[in-house]
């Protein structure tokens, strides 16, 4: 929907991301936007407990409606049951440009209504091609003179990614060797694809939750190429610092209901807080303790791995060193190798003074080493097993006495871990699977955190996760470096990690490039030096 600029915020609550994302400075179009969707009284119960209460929402065409809330909060349930995955509870009602729909409906139906969905995972086939995504899920003849034609196959590709405005991409290139914002706009191009011309609605869920400022700038000017399509953008997300360079209006659920409809434009950051958590959420303040005890727990020299070149770096007990980089720096492998994931091509790390080499995460756990992956669903927890048996997985050694198994108190350890770290639903045998990514990301915490380590990695550990249960992940970080833990903290978000961190570590193509302290450090120039060299840097900043 056509807005001005937000005007008159205070310096506390003016929203951060405003760079340029290709929203034109007046984009008043002579229709007035017609209501391209309704839902009302949109209810989901699963096992006697609602997911969803009465929910009620508006798309427009041609906007960018954003749906907040907390993990947990129904926003996945509702995605699902738009795009036909799940069936909603009977009294719901639903229009698609007037006409009503009926309930329930498939996903295939979904898709010939319009309703075109591309999820976080993108569900693309990283060793084929562009063209080959595109094609994958269409049929052609198999008969003995049938063809395959491919030339109009890459032309038609090069085409819908124009619309999009990149049509420089080579529809040849394996879809895994492109950035990951570039990736993002091959999924939506291609669903936009599926669905021709008929596309109404386009639901993105959390597309920038891994991307750094400068390649979700390059995604929104994509997603603002279908706006004015007329096409109407249903946008999931945390990071609310995006919200008024992208977004039109927001629609916030808490617990399964409806909390309010706002326009951006009249709405600061302090304000959506509030109706997202229904409290105040203080900022990350820098709250941390001395930077070192004087303790060295981990001198790593010379680390060289895939990406990696000649890493070297000192942490001490207490002290919090961030990792900035972009995507591909070595940010990741960095933490694999540090816990024994991956071996490095050359280099020592030495615990307490000990020169120790890790073949397997065991040998990393047995120095007392812990990591919370980048991907809580796939390296952070078993997905068919339950919450009380993710907690106790490092730590069941606790429980054995003898060659018995308390289970008494290994449930009674489960339940105080449960209420410690505020897990909700707070069940220890609901499956892990169907935690929400907030609640997850706690139980992953908790896991390794009660194993009482001497260092402790986070990569990226509160991507995809609501304001709330942020503030909560930032505490616990700083309590572990407050009870001496060494931590190293690998972000995207580096105001955050300025504010928690004590040195930012900066990646630049797998090289250390700055090494400072963060007093006075500001996240302009941690961006500079992840962009470029040392020497640029210095110039830039002076």
């Not at 049509?167 to 599926?194: F, H, K």
């Not at 890493?311 to 919090?320: L, M, P, Q, R, T």
Request: charged content about 25%; some cysteine; glycine content about 10%.
């Amino acid at each position: 929907m056509p807005r001005p600029p937000a005007a008159g915020m205070e310096t506390s609550t003016r929203w951060a991301f405003t760079r340029d994302c290709g929203r034109s400075a007046d984009m008043t179009t002579a229709d007035s936007p017609r209501t391209v969707l309704t839902v009302r009284g949109l209810s989901k119960t699963f096992v006697g407990q609602k997911a969803l209460d009465g929910v009620n929402l508006e798309l427009r065409s041609g906007e960018v409606h954003a749906l907040l809330g907390q993990n947990g909060c129904g926003k996945s349930t509702l995605i699902k049951c738009l795009a036909g995955f799940h069936h909603p509870d009977e009294g719901a009602e639903m229009t698609l440009d007037g006409v009503p729909v009926t309930l329930p409906f498939e996903p295939a139906q979904a898709a010939a209504m319009g309703l075109v969905f591309v999820h976080q995972d993108l569900g693309l086939i990283p060793n084929l091609s562009i063209t080959e995504n595109f094609e994958a899920s269409r049929r052609y003849g198999t008969g003995l003179f049938s063809r395959i034609p491919w030339s109009r196959m890459r032309e038609n590709t090069t085409a819908e990614l124009a619309l999009l405005g990149h049509p420089d991409l080579d529809p040849d290139r394996p879809v895994g060797r492109l950035p990951i914002a570039q990736q993002t706009i091959v999924a939506i191009a291609r669903a936009l694809s599926s669905a021709g011309e008929g596309a109404k609605i386009l639901v993105l869920d959390e597309p920038t939750a891994a991307l750094p400022d400068s390649e979700a700038a390059l995604l929104f000017k994509a997603v603002r190429r279908v706006v004015d399509r007329g096409v109407a953008v249903l946008y999931v997300t945390h990071k609310l610092e995006e919200l008024s360079a992208f977004a039109d209006r927001a629609t916030i659920l808490r617990d399964g209901r409806n909390v309010e409809t706002v326009d951006i434009a009249d709405t600061d950051r302090d304000s959506l807080v509030r109706l997202i958590v229904g409290r105040e959420v203080e900022a990350v303040t820098r709250a941390h303790g001395p930077q070192s005890t004087g303790r060295e727990l981990m001198d790593v020299r010379g680390i060289s791995g895939k990406r990696l070149r000649d890493v070297s770096f000192k942490v001490g007990a207490g002290e919090i060193i961030g990792i900035a980089g972009m995507l591909g720096s070595g940010r990741s492998e960095l933490a694999r190798i540090l816990f024994g994931a991956q071996e490095p091509v050359s280099g020592t790390i030495s615990v307490q003074g000990k020169e120790c080499r890790f073949r397997t995460p065991r040998d990393a756990v047995a120095r007392k080493i812990a990591l919370i992956p980048e991907n809580r669903r796939r390296d952070g927890g078993v997905l068919d097993m339950s919450v009380g048996e993710n907690l106790t997985m490092p730590s069941i050694g606790r429980f054995w006495h003898g060659v018995r198994l308390s289970k008494a108190a290994e449930r009674q350890w489960i339940s105080q871990q449960i209420r410690d770290y505020d897990v909700r639903p707070a069940s220890s045998g609901r499956l892990f699977r169907v935690l929400s990514g907030g609640n997850q990301q706690k139980v992953v915490i908790a896991k390794w955190l009660e194993t009482n380590p001497d260092i402790v990695i986070f990569d990226e550990p509160v991507q995809g996760v609501d304001i709330g249960a942020r503030a909560e992940i930032f505490d616990l970080i700083s309590s572990a470096a407050e009870r001496g833990a060494a931590v190293l903290l690998i972000s995207s978000e580096i105001e955050q990690m300025i504010a928690l961190s004590h040195r930012i570590l900066t990646l630049r193509h797998g090289r250390i490039v700055a090494d400072e302290s963060t007093t006075g450090l500001t996240a302009g120039k941690v961006t500079q030096s992840m962009y470029f060299d040392g020497e640029r840097t210095k110039e830039t900043t002076q």
